[in-house]
């Protein structure tokens, strides 16, 4: 075999032996299978990038990548664990596995360390003539302090055996009071509802532990109520039973009445203010005791502390009526002391008292009534019915300066209002305007105009207790 | 006290009666030179003192605004009486402004009337009415001059210009008559609303108790 036979088998080219064996075939064959071989369908610019590459190229480049992570180098040697056995409880033996040699856990098994855990509960267990004695002890006590009045239920236990009862007890001792799961395997011939079970472990329970220890103070607390219990099952289970259209009504129910609370809390208020309108004195006193500058402020200061008083009534802190009470006595005090000095004319120390408001107010008023004084100088000559007709009068108010109509100053309202008072005119065959706004008609007019705003104010609060009344019904 | 030519007078109000609104005829044969031709009312709108008094010694000029159609819509009345004539088809709101004399220092006065061509009542209800028949419209006020100046008090002063007849007339229906017919009307309604707030009071009281 010679060289050139390898390099044929290798497919590679050495043109120094081409040279040498020119005559020899297999280079030129092997040259014409090795470019028809790899690029029988690349054509023009591919073609040529392959030609740019040469021959000889590595088909794929192969890199040494392993998937999985290097491998730990931990230098602590690993524990040793034994599948040792242990006490499951008293039959039972189980494996599982224990981190520790077998050398330090031991051959032996042991307690599992949950077995702690495992509590079962001490219920009583009596012999027949034990339970026969102390339920008869117990019946008979019961029957002497509830001579008449023997609940039915405990009469209808009677059909109770000792054997049932031990039954019942083993039951319950075997699972643990898990009521459900004793009820469920509860098999004694008879069928038992839950509660008639639990009532009569109780009621037994009861009078075992009242014959041992009558003065034990947790007594009470093993009354089982049967009834009670059958009850509130029926109520959870409607509850539970319920639709989701129930659900949504009751929902909306629940908005309602809540509406309903807003509502009377609102009208209760509402009905309060009422009261206070009804209290409030009347309009039909003679003015003239305003007409006067110290009735004036005197008028301005009750007004004043009304205001304030209403304030306070509208927040919703309940406020002391102790307090409250006090501060009415301080008015009325106030008042008084007002009136006396309105009558002993005792301005000076009047004035120290009076807060820097108020006194400005006197001091306007004092002003007002030099005025008026001086208005009063100026007709002094003039009698009444020539003031009269002059057109003159002395009013003593402040009132703006200037020139107006006296059809202009009647009051007008709330356009609510407004319609409301036209229309109470029109029922007492009155127009909106008197024909004659003179000085008295209108003194009148107003006074007509006042009753009437009170009238529907009335008629408005009637209307609301009205529909109260029919809501509350 | 000094007295000053702008001082007011406090306290003390003067008062003196008007009386304004509108007279209306329909047109006849004989017509106004000037007159249009879709014109078919002749009317008068006046302001004067309730007995036709003299009241230009506090009144400088009364200014009629009429509808914005009329040319020279506002007319301007400088001397008594204080009265404008037209003709026209419609009725429609004049603005009516008083002007007070310059001593008087006042702003001036500005209401509305409606210029009323039509009667009130259903004509067919009242019988056949008469073509000639005038139709008016009239108002009774009060002008009040709250705490005027010293001056324009001694003018207003003298002369006793708020002299309402007795008794009702035909010239003159505001007189003191109608006022206390005006007053009895209203105390009347005064007892009614009473009466009816007594009987309402009652209620809500019996309704509170329940």
């Not at chain 1, 927040?315 to 008084?336: D, H």
């Not at chain 2, 009516?96 to 210029?115: G, R, T």
């Not at chain 2, 008016?136 to 705490?147: A, P």
């Amino acid at each position: 075999m010679s060289s050139s036979d390898i390099f044929d088998v290798l497919n590679i080219q050495q043109k120094s032996k081409s040279h040498g064996n020119s005559a020899s075939p297999p280079p030129t064959v092997s040259a014409s299978t090795t470019s028809k071989a790899p690029k029988p369908q690349v054509t023009g610019m591919q073609r040529e990038l392959y030609n740019l590459l040469g021959e000889n190229q590595p088909p794929i480049v192969i890199q040494p990548a392993s998937k999985f992570k290097d491998k730990p180098t931990t230098t602590t040697k690993p524990s040793p664990w034994t599948n040792a056995g242990f006490k499951a409880n008293d039959h039972l033996n189980l494996h599982h596995w224990v981190k520790g040699s077998k050398e330090l856990i031991g051959e032996e098994a042991k307690e599992s360390s949950y077995s702690k855990f495992n509590i079962h509960l001490r219920i009583p267990s009596f012999e027949e003539e034990d339970y026969k004695s102390f339920m008869s002890i117990n019946n008979n006590s019961n029957e002497e302090s509830t001579e008449n009045a023997v609940s039915p239920s405990k009469n209808d236990n009677d059909d109770w055996e000792y054997q049932e009862v031990d039954y019942l007890f083993q039951l319950c001792r075997k699972y643990d009071l898990r009521w459900f799961v004793i009820h469920d395997r509860y098999n004694y011939g008879k069928s038992r509802t839950l509660e008639e079970l639990k009532e009569k472990f109780y009621h037994v329970c009861q009078c075992y532990f009242v014959t041992k220890s009558p003065n034990d103070p947790l007594l009470p607390s093993l009354d089982f109520p049967k009834e009670k219990e059958i009850e509130r099952k029926k109520y959870l289970q409607r509850l539970l039973a319920r639709s989701a259209a129930e659900i949504a009504e009751e929902e909306a129910l629940i908005v309602e009445s809540r509406k309903f609370e807003m509502a009377a809390k609102k009208t209760l208020n509402e009905r309060e203010s009422l009261l206070r309108l009804l209290d409030s004195p009347n309009s039909d006193q003679s003015v003239s005791q305003y007409l006067t500058s110290q009735g004036m402020s005197q008028l301005y200061g009750s007004l004043l502390s009304d205001k304030s008083r209403k304030r306070k009534h509208e927040s919703t802190v309940p406020e002391n009526p102790w307090m409250k009470q006090q501060q009415l006595f301080a008015l009325q005090r106030q008042q008084l002391q007002q009136m006396q000095d309105k009558k002993q004319e005792t301005q000076d120390t009047n004035q120290l008292k009076k807060t820097k408001r108020q006194k400005q107010e006197m001091q306007a008023a004092i002003k007002r009534k030099a005025e008026t004084v001086y208005a009063e100088h100026l007709l002094e000559h003039f009698s009444p019915d020539e003031r009269k007709s002059l057109g003159v009068m002395v009013h003593g108010e402040k009132l703006t300066p200037g020139v107006y109509l006296r059809s202009s100053k009647i009051s007008a309202f709330k356009p609510a209002l407004q319609s409301k008072v036209v229309a109470m005119l029109q029922e007492l065959g009155l127009s909106a305007t008197p024909a004659m706004p003179t000085y008295d008609v209108i003194q009148r007019h107003e006074e007509l105009l006042k009753r009437i705003t009170t009238l529907v104010d009335l008629k408005k609060h009637l209307d609301k207790l009205d529909a109260e009344k029919a809501i509350t019904k | 006290m000094p007295i000053s030519a702008s001082k007011r007078v406090k306290t003390l109000s003067v008062t003196r009666p008007i009386v304004y609104g509108n007279t209306a005829k329909k047109l006849g044969e004989i017509r106004p030179p000037n007159a249009p031709a879709e014109h078919t009312h002749i009317w008068t709108i006046f302001v004067r003192g309730p007995q036709n008094e003299d009241i230009s010694y506090y009144i400088k000029k009364v200014v009629f605004k009429l509808h914005d159609t009329y040319p020279n819509a506002t007319r301007t009345i400088e001397a008594p009486p204080f009265e404008l004539t037209e003709t026209g088809w419609g009725e429609f709101e004049i603005n009516i402004k008083i002007y007070f004399i310059e001593e008087a220092n006042e702003k001036m006065l500005s209401f509305y009337h409606h210029l009323r061509l039509h009667p009130y009542y259903n004509v067919s209800a009242e019988g056949p009415q008469k073509p000639n028949d005038e139709i008016s419209s009239v108002f009774y006020d009060e002008i009040v001059f709250n705490e005027p100046n010293e001056q324009f008090f001694k003018t207003l002063m003298s002369t006793p210009g708020n002299l309402l007849p007795s008794n009702k007339t035909e010239a003159c229906v505001f007189s003191k008559q109608l006022e206390q017919e005006e007053i009895d009307r209203v105390n009347l309604g005064i007892k009614q609303v009473d009466l009816e707030i007594e009987e309402l009071k009652t209620k809500v009281n019996k309704q509170l108790k329940e």
